[in-house]
């Protein structure tokens, strides 16, 4: 019942940004603020990897690769989940998930990322 849709995604020029989005529904009993919020990525010939989260308490982590270039938010009234990308680089590109994670983590459908010159 729990849907994650992400949006936001397309090609992009290195040094440039893109701003991804997550709309969550079906949270019957709570809300985005309840959940660990993650955007994961998949790059071909790569495993796929956190790269950013957001905690109930609003702390926010990184992978070591993205962290001052990429900003995860939410909008708690919007039911909405962010991830900021600046500086964008080729090794960026990949297919970005979102998840939402309590007892179980969730997925969305993905949304790619291109980065190339």
């Known amino acids: 019942q729990v849907q994650l849709v992400e949006s936001g995604g397309g090609l992009v020029q290195p040094g440039g940004s893109l701003r991804l989005s997550c709309a969550a529904s079906?949270?019957?009993?709570?809300?985005?603020?309840?959940?660990?919020m993650s955007w994961y990525r998949q790059a071909p010939g790569k495993e796929r990897e956190s790269v950013a989260v957001i905690n109930p308490d609003g702390n926010t982590n990184y992978a070591d690769s993205v962290k001052g270039r990429f900003t995860i938010s939410r909008d708690n009234a919007k039911n909405t989940v962010y991830l900021q990308m600046n500086s964008l680089k080729p090794e960026d590109t990949a297919v970005y998930y979102c998840t939402a994670a309590a007892v179980t983590r969730y997925w969305g459908q993905g949304t790619q990322v291109t980065v190339s010159s």
């Open positions: 079906g949270f019957r009993f709570s809300r985005v603020s309840s959940y660990v």
